[in-house]
């Protein structure tokens, strides 16, 4: 099952900067969750998704990763074409929404100014994302982007430049498990056609296979 202690991770503050903002937040909206958002889906999922941070109007407000922002919107419409949700759509954390053999999390927890993260807050970070992927269940992990691939590896003791990232690549780990990279199903990518429909229901095609 999931090895994330949920308490410890909302109390979290490590990264000064983050936790300010969020404080700003909280201030600025106080219906929004704004702390750090925890991991959700399937206690024993074999597929982990792991995105970049959480968004100002989407996990950072509901507290579900990819929920109620417009990346999730190709997301969860993918996972329930491939039978890992049991619906296309997520609003809000208690819409009914169910992940099946699935997981979804982010490289940082908390949201960031303007959407990026310094790299010193992806490392600060990264001890939750390896407590994540220490479970044995995980077989198949998903990158969103090239920030989360690199978080993935780093979570897992290995070397970046031993790991290319690519869109649709697949990369058999030392342990017998599958790293498989997407562009990240943000607005930007969508809407400048970086990243389509289609190719992103290919990955999701391709590590269906591989799942079994």
């Known amino acids: 099952s999931a090895t994330v202690d949920t308490e410890a991770l909302l109390a979290c503050t490590r990264c000064p900067r983050l936790a300010s903002h969020l404080a700003a937040v909280r201030a600025a909206q106080p219906t929004y969750h704004a702390r750090p958002v925890p ?13 970049l941070a959480p968004g100002m109007h989407g996990a950072n407000r509901t507290g579900r990763p990819f929920t109620g922002d417009y990346a999730g919107i190709l997301l969860y419409e993918t996972l329930h074409r491939f039978g890992f949700a049991n619906r296309a759509g997520s ?10 053999d699935c997981r979804i999390t982010n490289a940082v927890k908390c949201l960031p100014p303007a959407n990026k993260p310094e790299t010193a807050e992806v490392r600060q970070c990264n001890g939750y994302l390896a407590a994540e992927l220490a479970d044995p269940a995980i077989r198949i992990v998903l990158a969103l982007g090239r920030v989360a691939h690199e978080a993935v590896l780093r979570a897992l003791g290995l ?4 790991f290319a990232f690519a869109h649709g690549a697949e990369h058999p780990l030392p342990d017998g498990r599958w790293l498989f990279d997407s562009y990240h199903c943000s607005r930007y990518n969508t809407q400048t056609r970086r990243l389509t429909p289609a190719a992103f229901r290919d990955v999701f095609a391709a590590l269906q296979t591989r799942i079994g």
Request: aromatic fraction near 4%; proline fraction near 7%.
């Open 159 to 162: 070397r970046a430049r031993d």
């Open 39 to 51: 991991p959700f889906g399937d206690p024993a999922a074999r597929l982990l998704v792991v995105g």
């Open 91 to 100: 609003v809000s954390a208690d819409d009914g929404l169910r992940l099946e």
